[in-house]
């Protein structure tokens, strides 16, 4: 019977809820020591105003490490974002921060077509890539310089938080996802010996970099960072997370704009991860629980186990994804936001099989190509710590 299918499924979310729950909590135990602290040249694609932009950029020029230089890029001097780092050079004078405005595209990818015209100007061997919308610890450069000092580690990558510019309904729908779902489910893959990249951190020396093509070879692929991290692992070199959890900028005002934002993160991940994507449906226990209680038998029995496990979802929901945020350090959501954002990401799930274009930045991009991509995996080095 399909209500037999779909309580099935929420009792399955409720172990998901748990073993996301453990995998957060053990996460922050695994810091290696530090280690040697070389230059850094941290790479950072703008692109307008955004929301919370100089707060962002301002977390990297404030970062307790010894030498390190950054390299912002746009492709217009009529770039809003110009104005800002003018204003950062104004701000903090010893830090080195060099600004690359070049229209010249490389590819469709916009980001990667800026990482291009950037690189000539980076200085340093040791290149972190990092979004225009990350908020930083002072230590988070020394964290990843530890993560990339450990022996067969070829790419450092971070977790990230939502941090929303309000406090209103979109807000706080987009920094639950990013905290208590992406978060729980990225470390979980981890568990079962995937080492996917986050394009919040990409750090990796030059020589690793040339080895696997440079950034043109990302330039065809809407998923860089997904596709960087498989080239790396190609190379039999271990793709690892930094002990350290920036928070991403949450700028969306409304629901329209949040749900096209989570769609193009969907689809993305659908075309480099298919069958992970597919079996992420068992993160929504609130949703499957809604759905037993809209087809349970209308009888009293029947009501009463399905409304049961309803609320039984609810307070599972709740208090994982309150766990997941108190260990994360994350911007704490309502305890009622949970089983609501079970059901717009269910709807952004759908959506996802619905076709393959994504939005970002105006500009209109399929992810055909990444569907495509199929790189060699190594068998995964054996874990340390």
Not at 151 to 174: A, C, F, S
Not at 187 to 203: E, I, S, V
Not at 210 to 221: E, I, N, T
Request: aromatic content about 8%; proline content about 7%.
């Amino acid at each position: 019977m399909p209500v037999l299918v779909t309580a099935a499924l929420t009792l399955a979310g409720f172990v998901q809820a748990g073993a996301g729950w453990l995998a957060v909590r053990r996460f922050h135990l695994h810091a290696p020591p530090p280690g040697p602290r070389p230059a850094i040249t941290v790479l950072k694609p703008l692109h307008g105003d955004e929301p919370m932009l100089e707060t962002a950029l301002a977390s990297f020029c404030a970062q307790d490490y010894p030498r390190f230089q950054l390299v912002f890029g746009v492709q217009d001097f009529s770039d809003a974002a110009v104005a800002v780092v003018y204003r950062l050079r104004a701000r903090f004078p010893d830090v080195d921060i060099e600004l690359v405005v070049d229209p010249t595209p490389h590819g469709l990818n916009r980001k990667v077509a800026n990482l291009i015209n950037m690189f000539p100007s980076a200085r340093h061997n040791l290149l972190v890539v990092s979004d225009s919308d990350m908020h930083a610890a002072p230590d988070y450069l020394a964290r990843v310089a530890d993560a990339l000092a450990v022996p067969g580690t070829g790419l450092v990558t971070t977790l990230y938080t939502g941090k929303p510019v309000r406090r209103g309904l979109p807000g706080l729908l987009g920094a639950a996802y990013i905290n208590q779902s992406f978060a729980a489910g990225a470390l979980m893959a981890r568990g079962l010996g995937r080492q996917d990249c986050m394009g919040a951190t990409m750090a990796l020396t030059r020589e690793t970099l040339m080895r696997v093509g440079g950034f043109p070879a990302l330039s065809p692929f809407v998923a860089d960072d997904a596709v960087l991290g498989m080239k790396i692992r190609a190379l039999g070199q271990n793709v690892s997370l930094a002990a350290t959890v920036p928070a991403t900028t949450v700028g969306e005002s409304g629901l329209a704009a949040l749900f096209r934002h989570e769609l193009r993160w969907a689809r993305t991940i659908r075309a480099v991860e298919p069958l992970g994507f597919a079996v992420s449906v068992i993160q929504f226990p609130a949703f499957w629980a809604l759905l037993t209680l809209g087809m349970a038998p209308f009888t009293t029995g029947g009501i009463a186990w399905a409304v049961a496990l309803w609320l039984t979802a609810i307070a599972v929901r709740a208090a994982s994804g309150n766990a997941i945020e108190r260990a994360m350090g994350a911007v704490r959501t309502p305890l009622w936001l949970p089983a609501l954002r079970d059901v717009l990401s269910m709807a952004v799930l759908l959506a996802a099989y619905m076709g393959d274009e994504v939005a970002w930045r105006g500009h209109v991009l399929s992810t055909d190509k990444d569907t495509r991509y199929n790189a060699p995996r190594p068998v995964l080095a054996q874990r340390r710590g």
